[in-house]
């Protein structure tokens, strides 16, 4: 393909002007003398330098050339193989020929043209010759060794997570639990509908279904089978209790029902339903869902806000509103085996005061079935087995504040007036009592709690009465005195990282705890730490960076460039990859994302203007985990100082955030594969590679220098591309798609962290992403008729809302970013006008 430029335009331009005044009225005499005619031609073009990087292109640069004619330089015109007449035009003292052959020998030569009518052109330069190569060019001559630059073992604090059961996946597994007095078996819960169970042997092979519900469930985003229950006295009671989200009739409901053993006892009878509760949800996330039997014998129900953002519903928001089961947590008797619904345990606190919500709400002053309220969504929560029993919730945060609940009858815990120990909405004014959280973290440690259990198992005697809890969205896991007050704020490092999307513990009868993890549906136990890693405060101590400077890269690492790059408030950035000598990076996934041996550093360096202010390692430690690690650069740049837990700081006029550790894996998910950017359609292009002064292909290259896995092989005219989003290349859609796939698709996509079912994977068609014309699902922001994307209308867009805004809970990215990216605005602008349909 040609590139031409508009040097032609400049020149009719010209025309046009010079005719201003004829017949056009003013003096007839007196006219002032025309100024004389250009006829000077430019100077030659001179130093013409030709480069083939690969078998189809051939690139071209030299020097300006000057006019002292005064019609002033209007371009260039480049001539090939000796012809008369002009290959192309280009404005500027380079050019790109993309219409050669391979193993084809061609001469070029370029003059230079003004702005005259018609314009004076230059002598011809002199003539260069080149020769396209008949194969891809690789950018390396050979793979370089690195012995320097490897993750070691990752840092550990005293405690660690081992996979259990290693033969057996489950579908987003959302809790595990045992049969009470039946050490034998577990039971999963997955998200879709199904409830699995198996044998309680570590070399087990099977799980068979327990009960499937999947064409009652409406699933996805934070929707699902939710909770499970057995009766207390099962399996005398036949009675098991389910939790899930349904849309069978009518809008999106929160059901709770009773289930019972069918003949032969291994399964539940799916025909024995009996609906106890149901409540109409207004959001489609914040729906809580957990349940479990307390040591009074009575049901406990967690219910979330109704969703959307900042619990705007009513004058006083669900939390606060004793009218609605929302934002609550709830007490019923179910009573015998042969009862059909519930009853009030009469120390309820509005027990004697309050009305049946059975269908989620009242007219009363209160719901007789509250135990206490004020909650967000109160995600995993349980009963100590041991000491007084308390009940312990994690409750998920808005944009600040995650916070453990030591939850009493009655107690209000502060939603929508509180997050965490913190005000959140100032509209609440006196709303008294709110009781503190007994522990909570800042969203630079995580932004998700996953509630747990007090540990009373045996195998970590220094753990005994320890609450423990984790985090889904960093992976963390952390564990407090049973009895801490005031409120406990714990920070990212003082956690361990298992790399896991935590989405429950489980407990063992014998007091044991396990861990959930969504992402891959694995099941883990908790267990003893032993020893860890070590990872330099220094940079320079790293091994990353060269000796004596380590600004630069050491000689083992690879640079790799992805065509779509993540936004990064305006920082230049450079990238490198190093491999433990003798591994090679998995190419084999249908997707075409890329996977990276243990041992595996990414490093990021971050420029603003010329000042080289962060550089970010992404390790791949040798038990598998992904972590990062982040720098700070002195201001002569000798060396880099790590930031533990994140910081933001100002740098030439603008606040920069260094990540925490958490923020880092919120980005980098498991998902997403945790390595961003490093996929086949994102490294199809061009870099130059400063070792050998060459610009290549990157997959030519990396396959060349035997670094991938199988070998890609075929040309990069077959293989899958995605454009640079402020390039010249591609469509306006594919452009537009390109950005939200760096953007925002780490999260939103299949098994992604979000309370959403939109899935921005470049690939995904639009209609298929579940954003055109989609009601938004966490509010609609203040915008009229709002949809997540409205076609053509992009003041109706939630997204690009989102995209826009920054420095409220409504922003997304939701962290490490200060500054819109106004480019990336309206290009997502441009693309939502431009759309007539979700076709």
Same mark, same amino acid.
């Given at each position: 393909?040609?590139?031409?430029?508009?040097?032609?335009?400049?020149?009719?331009?010209?025309?046009?002007?010079?005719?201003?005044?004829?017949?056009?009225?003013?003096?007839?005499?007196?006219?002032?003398?025309?100024?004389?005619?250009?006829?000077?031609?430019?100077?030659?073009?001179?130093?013409?330098?030709?480069?083939?990087?690969?078998?189809?292109?051939?690139?071209?640069?030299?020097?300006?050339?000057?006019?002292?004619?005064?019609?002033?330089?209007?371009?260039?015109?480049?001539?090939?193989?000796?012809?008369?007449?002009?290959?192309?035009?280009?404005?500027?003292?380079?050019?790109?020929?993309?219409?050669?052959?391979?193993?084809?020998?061609?001469?070029?030569?370029?003059?230079?043209?003004?702005?005259?009518?018609?314009?004076?052109?230059?002598?011809?330069?002199?003539?260069?010759?080149?020769?396209?190569?008949?194969?891809?060019?690789?950018?390396?001559?050979?793979?370089?060794?690195?012995?320097?630059?490897?993750?070691?073992?990752?840092?550990?604090?005293?405690?660690?997570?081992?996979?259990?059961?290693?033969?057996?996946?489950?579908?987003?597994?959302?809790?595990?639990?045992?049969?009470?007095?039946?050490?034998?078996?577990?039971?999963?819960?997955?998200?879709?509908?199904?409830?699995?169970?198996?044998?309680?042997?570590?070399?087990?092979?099977?799980?068979?279904?327990?009960?499937?519900?999947?064409?009652?469930?409406?699933?996805?985003?934070?929707?699902?089978?939710?909770?499970?229950?057995?009766?207390?006295?099962?399996?005398?009671?036949?009675?098991?209790?389910?939790?899930?989200?349904?849309?069978?009739?009518?809008?999106?409901?929160?059901?709770?029902?009773?289930?019972?053993?069918?003949?032969?006892?291994?399964?539940?009878?799916?025909?024995?339903?009996?609906?106890?509760?149901?409540?109409?949800?207004?959001?489609?996330?914040?729906?809580?869902?957990?349940?479990?039997?307390?040591?009074?014998?009575?049901?406990?129900?967690?219910?979330?806000?109704?969703?959307?953002?900042?619990?705007?519903?009513?004058?006083?928001?669900?939390?606060?509103?004793?009218?609605?089961?929302?934002?609550?947590?709830?007490?019923?008797?179910?009573?015998?085996?042969?009862?059909?619904?519930?009853?009030?345990?009469?120390?309820?606190?509005?027990?004697?005061?309050?009305?049946?919500?059975?269908?989620?709400?009242?007219?009363?002053?209160?719901?007789?079935?509250?135990?206490?309220?004020?909650?967000?969504?109160?995600?995993?929560?349980?009963?100590?087995?041991?000491?007084?029993?308390? @009940?312990? &919730?994690? /409750?998920? +945060?808005?944009?600040?504040?995650?916070?453990?609940?030591?939850?009493?009858? %009655? =107690? $209000?815990?502060?939603?929508?007036?509180?997050?965490?120990?913190?005000?959140?909405?100032?509209?609440?004014?006196?709303?008294?009592?709110?009781?503190?959280?007994?522990?909570?973290?800042?969203?630079?440690?995580?932004?998700?709690?996953?509630?747990?259990?007090?540990?009373?198992?045996?195998?970590?005697?220094?753990?005994?009465?320890?609450?423990?809890?984790?985090?889904?969205?960093?992976?963390?896991?952390?564990?407090?005195?049973?009895?801490?007050?005031?409120?406990?704020?714990?920070?990212?490092?003082?956690?361990?990282?298992?790399?896991?999307?935590?989405?429950?513990?489980?407990?063992?009868?014998?007091?044991? @705890?396990? &861990?959930? /993890?969504? +992402?891959?549906?694995?099941?883990?136990?908790?267990?003893?730490?032993?020893? %860890? =890693? $070590?990872?330099?405060?220094?940079?320079?101590?790293?091994?990353?960076?060269?000796?004596?400077?380590?600004?630069?890269?050491?000689?083992?690492?690879?640079?790799?460039?992805?065509?779509?790059?993540?936004?990064?408030?305006?920082?230049?950035?450079?990238?490198?990859?190093?491999?433990?000598?003798?591994?090679?990076?998995?190419?084999?996934?249908?997707?075409?994302?890329?996977?990276?041996?243990?041992?595996?550093?990414?490093?990021?360096?971050?420029?603003?203007?010329?000042?080289?202010?962060?550089?970010?390692?992404?390790?791949?430690?040798?038990?598998?985990?992904?972590?990062?690690?982040?720098?700070?650069?002195?201001?002569?740049?000798? /060396?880099?100082?790590?930031?533990?837990?994140?910081?933001?700081?100002?740098?030439?006029?603008?606040?920069?955030?260094?990540?925490?550790?958490?923020?880092?894996?919120?980005?980098?998910?498991?998902?997403?594969?945790?390595?961003?950017?490093?996929?086949?359609?994102?490294?199809?292009?061009?870099?130059?590679?400063?070792?050998?002064?060459?610009?290549?292909?990157?997959?030519?290259?990396?396959?060349?220098?035997?670094?991938?896995?199988?070998?890609?092989?075929?040309?990069?005219?077959?293989?899958?591309?995605?454009?640079?989003?402020?390039?010249?290349?591609?469509?306006?859609?594919?452009?537009?798609?390109?950005?939200?796939?760096?953007?925002?698709?780490?999260?939103?996509?299949?098994?992604?962290?979000?309370?959403?079912?939109?899935?921005?994977?470049?690939?995904?068609?639009?209609?298929?992403?579940?954003?055109?014309?989609?009601?938004?699902?966490?509010?609609?922001?203040?915008?009229?008729?709002?949809?997540?994307?409205?076609?053509?209308?992009?003041?109706?867009?939630?997204?690009?809302?989102?995209?826009?805004?920054?420095?409220?809970?409504?922003?997304?990215?939701?962290?490490?970013?200060?500054?819109?990216?106004?480019?990336?605005?309206?290009?997502?602008?441009?693309?939502?006008?431009?759309?007539?349909?979700?076709?």
């Amino acid at each position: 393909m040609l590139r031409r430029t508009g040097w032609r335009w400049a020149l009719v331009a010209a025309a046009i002007t010079g005719l201003a005044g004829c017949g056009g009225g003013g003096s007839s005499g007196n006219s002032p003398n025309p100024p004389p005619a250009d006829t000077t031609p430019p100077s030659v073009p001179a130093n013409l330098q030709a480069t083939a990087p690969g078998p189809t292109r051939v690139g071209l640069s030299w020097s300006a050339s000057t006019d002292a004619g005064g019609a002033g330089l209007a371009g260039y015109r480049i001539y090939r193989n000796g012809s008369a007449a002009p290959l192309a035009s280009s404005t500027t003292s380079s050019y790109t020929d993309d219409t050669v052959s391979a193993g084809t020998a061609y001469t070029y030569r370029v003059s230079a043209i003004d702005a005259a009518t018609p314009p004076n052109e230059s002598a011809q330069s002199a003539v260069v010759n080149i020769a396209t190569p008949v194969t891809p060019i690789s950018g390396l001559d050979a793979r370089p060794a690195n012995a320097s630059c490897l993750a070691g073992e990752q840092p550990t604090a005293s405690l660690a997570v081992n996979r259990v059961f290693p033969n057996l996946a489950f579908n987003a597994p959302l809790a595990m639990l045992q049969a009470p007095g039946d050490p034998s078996r577990w039971y999963v819960v997955e998200q879709g509908g199904r409830v699995r169970t198996f044998a309680n042997v570590a070399n087990v092979t099977t799980a068979t279904t327990f009960v499937d519900i999947s064409g009652r469930v409406n699933s996805g985003g934070e929707r699902g089978l939710l909770g499970m229950a057995f009766h207390p006295d099962f399996p005398t009671d036949r009675r098991v209790f389910l939790s899930y989200t349904t849309t069978d009739p009518g809008p999106l409901t929160s059901r709770i029902s009773s289930f019972r053993l069918a003949a032969g006892n291994a399964t539940l009878d799916t025909g024995s339903e009996i609906v106890l509760l149901t409540v109409v949800q207004p959001e489609s996330n914040h729906n809580g869902g957990h349940l479990a039997f307390g040591p009074d014998g009575f049901l406990y129900i967690g219910f979330g806000d109704g969703g959307g953002g900042g619990d705007g519903h009513g004058a006083i928001g669900n939390g606060q509103n004793l009218q609605t089961v929302l934002g609550k947590m709830l007490r019923i008797d179910v009573g015998g085996p042969a009862s059909t619904g519930y009853t009030i345990p009469a120390g309820n606190p509005f027990a004697a005061t309050g009305g049946a919500c059975t269908n989620g709400s009242t007219t009363a002053a209160q719901c007789r079935e509250i135990h206490a309220y004020g909650f967000r969504n109160p995600w995993r929560w349980s009963f100590d087995r041991g000491g007084t029993h308390a @009940l312990w &919730v994690g /409750d998920v +945060g808005q944009s600040a504040w995650e916070e453990v609940d030591r939850v009493v009858a %009655g =107690g $209000n815990y502060g939603w929508r007036c509180r997050e965490g120990a913190h005000d959140f909405n100032p509209a609440c004014g006196t709303l008294q009592p709110r009781l503190d959280p007994v522990a909570e973290y800042g969203h630079g440690a995580g932004y998700s709690i996953t509630g747990g259990y007090v540990y009373r198992g045996t195998a970590i005697p220094a753990l005994v009465g320890r609450y423990v809890f984790g985090d889904y969205g960093s992976g963390r896991i952390w564990n407090i005195a049973a009895n801490s007050q005031p409120t406990v704020t714990v920070t990212g490092p003082e956690g361990i990282s298992t790399g896991l999307g935590i989405s429950s513990f489980g407990e063992a009868l014998d007091g044991e @705890l396990f &861990v959930v /993890d969504l +992402g891959d549906g694995t099941l883990h136990q908790l267990v003893q730490g032993a020893g %860890g =890693g $070590n990872v330099p405060t220094q940079f320079s101590a790293t091994g990353c960076g060269a000796s004596g400077n380590p600004s630069q890269p050491a000689p083992g690492l690879i640079p790799y460039a992805p065509n779509a790059g993540f936004w990064s408030d305006g920082a230049a950035k450079a990238r490198w990859l190093a491999l433990p000598d003798g591994q090679d990076i998995d190419s084999s996934a249908a997707d075409h994302d890329w996977d990276f041996p243990n041992r595996t550093v990414l490093r990021k360096d971050f420029r603003i203007g010329a000042r080289l202010v962060e550089t970010r390692l992404f390790m791949r430690h040798t038990n598998g985990n992904w972590a990062g690690y982040t720098y700070e650069w002195n201001i002569a740049g000798t /060396d880099a100082t790590r930031v533990v837990g994140g910081k933001t700081m100002m740098v030439d006029g603008q606040n920069w955030i260094f990540p925490s550790e958490a923020q880092c894996l919120g980005c980098h998910t498991a998902a997403a594969g945790r390595s961003l950017g490093l996929e086949t359609a994102q490294l199809n292009g061009d870099l130059l590679y400063p070792a050998t002064g060459r610009t290549a292909n990157q997959i030519v290259t990396l396959n060349a220098i035997h670094t991938l896995a199988p070998p890609i092989n075929a040309a990069p005219s077959t293989l899958p591309v995605m454009p640079d989003p402020e390039g010249g290349g591609g469509t306006l859609t594919e452009r537009a798609r390109a950005w939200l796939h760096t953007n925002c698709a780490f999260c939103h996509r299949p098994g992604g962290p979000t309370p959403s079912d939109m899935d921005l994977r470049y690939t995904t068609t639009l209609t298929a992403t579940n954003t055109c014309n989609a009601l938004p699902q966490a509010g609609d922001l203040g915008l009229p008729d709002a949809r997540i994307l409205a076609p053509g209308a992009p003041g109706r867009s939630v997204l690009l809302e989102r995209m826009s805004q920054r420095g409220t809970a409504d922003m997304m990215p939701p962290f490490a970013s200060n500054l819109v990216d106004d480019q990336g605005v309206q290009l997502i602008t441009t693309w939502i006008t431009g759309l007539a349909s979700c076709n």
